[in-house]
């Protein structure tokens, strides 16, 4: 088998060229007479014979699939071919670039398969199988990837070729089993799949009971949300899987369907559905009546109106329908009606997608902040007392931060046991350690590469604060109560290294979240910042707090009132 290492971005350019090609069909392509099929290529005398794609009952090939993914997306372009409205899309442009970037013809792509593994909290490990109509040019493949190349370890991105018209691209440490799987691994996704019509250009599916535990607590982190949206907490528990389905052509067809574990949770997510659609309209108006309010000229407001129309009209293109414990959203349409209602649909959408990820982010987020406050309160257990913020040499210089010294406290043990406390944390021993970086010293989304050292969370430094210089806080010092006094923060502008001995100055602090000099409370989160207490709460704080209340919080025995 040939193979060749990829990095990151060659991944994702390989990714967006295929999808791209999907959907900028050429009409000449079916207009013209189907090609003969070329007679198989004899075998060279000795060679190994090489097996050929083997497809499910049902047509999808589904031989490389194991038992962890959760999400499939599955794309004909051939299928695709037949959409008359996409063929002035520059499908010329697309295939150059993949000629010249990648050694293929996206033209021979019969079947593009995108899986998606996901291990909360970690990110998706990401599989794609794309299958050609002939055999691919293996060595072209292999030397156009090889100027992209970088060498890496078991979570490299790496391409095989496990028959002659079939490429695999996968995490390195994955690849084993994906290419010894046989599509038949005990999998509820791979039930679904073999339901699926292999007809239809695209269809996706995603798989929530498998996961549904880690979403319901992901959700459970999540800052209390206002009284209409708080029904949509449920969504987790209410959802077995979702399964979307397109053909597109003269007549486009698709439907989306919501699968719950009985009937009951179906009524639910009806109801829920009703009420989004009636939050769209009344955020809607919303938007238009403060743009009326601010004065906005007749062009802004005719926008809001244009919104309103499309949403309606996309709705009225939908027969929505209840079957038992299936919810189905079945959408027909004519030429280039339906994309044009699908791609209306799919932007209202994306919002919320986004929002959700962020969700999801935040609430890993304060999850870390509650194990950092963990690991000071079992510190204190021992020691009386919490960390200093760093330690320091016989002349008073930082040597060691408290992130090192809580290490053993946060199953860190063994990175603790290989610090040297005899030089600094820059030292040439420690120097070798900054990459192993504990990964709640990360916020999720904070937009770090791997392997990055710098960390999202510090405490604030100052004879008024929990933490002052070298000299440890014991809790009977903390006189404005473990609740209202702030153990540790996020800090995302302020650039530390996550062994320094440097952390937010209290005296140069403006207390004000997000504010400018990378001195400050700040977070990559929209609207809030995560923050704990010293009581071992974590919390989300909103932006626009005034400076004398966040002041409050800070110091330690002040005597603010702190209104909750």
Partial sequence: MSHARWSIASLVTCVALIL???????????????????????????????????????????????????????????????????????????????????GVELTKLEELMILLSVNLPDEPSPVLIARFSEPIDQQAVTAKLAAASQSGGANSPRVEFPDPNTLVLARSDELEAILAAKGDAPSPLLDRLRQCDADAAVSAVVVLETVREPLQAAVAQLPQLPPPLQG?????????????HAKFGEKTESSLVFECPDKASASKLNGLLDQAIALANHALDGQLAQAQARGATATEQ????????????????IDRRQESNQLTLRMDGEGAAAPAVAAALAGL?????????????????????????????????????????YTV???????????????????????????????????????????????????????????????????????????????PCPFSAIRDGLSNTLLVVEASGAKIHWMEPRDLD?????????????????????????????????????????PTFLRGMITRNGGEPIDR
């Avoid at 005719?302 to 293109?317: E, V």
């Avoid at 959408?349 to 690991?375: D, F, H, M, W, Y």
């Fill in 506 to 546: 209290f005296s140069k602090m403006q207390f004000v979240i997000n504010g400018p000099g990378g001195n400050e409370i700040a977070s990559h989160h929209p609207s809030t910042t995560n923050v704990a207490f010293a009581d071992g709460s974590a919390r989300a704080l909103a932006l626009g707090l005034p």
């Fill in 20 to 102: 791209a090609a999907t959907f900028v069909p050429v009409v000449r392509a079916q207009k013209a007479a189907a090609p003969k099929p070329k007679p198989a290529a004899k075998a060279k005398p000795g060679a190994p014979a090489q097996r050929l794609p083997e497809k499910a009952t049902n047509g999808l090939n589904l031989k490389y699939i194991t038992d962890r993914p959760i999400v499939a997306v599955v794309i004909h372009p051939q299928a695709i071919l037949a959409a008359p409205q996409l063929e002035t899309l520059p499908i010329e442009v697309v295939e150059a670039a993949a000629r010249e970037n990648l």
């Fill in 393 to 471: 040499d016989a002349d008073g210089k930082p040597m060691h931060s408290w992130r090192v010294l809580i290490l053993p406290y946060i199953d860190q043990k063994e990175l603790y046991d290989r610090y040297n406390f005899d030089e600094p944390w820059d030292g040439p021993n420690n120097s070798q350690l900054a990459a192993l970086m504990p990964i709640i010293y990360a916020c999720p989304s904070d937009a770090t590469e791997p392997g990055s050292t710098t960390t999202a969370y510090a405490v604030i430094n100052g004879p008024d604060a929990i933490f002052d210089g070298d000299k």
């Fill in 302 to 317: 005719a926008m809001f109106k244009y919104a309103q129309r499309l949403l309606k009209h996309a709705l009225d293109q």
């Fill in 349 to 389: 959408l994306l919002p919320a997608v986004q929002s959700a990820r962020e969700a999801a982010r935040r609430a890993q987020c304060t999850n870390n902040l509650k194990q950092i406050a963990l690991g000071m309160h079992m510190y204190a257990d021992i020691h009386k007392e919490f960390p200093p913020a």
């Fill in 232 to 244: 949509f907490t449920a969504l987790p528990s209410l959802l077995s899987s979702i399964q979307l």
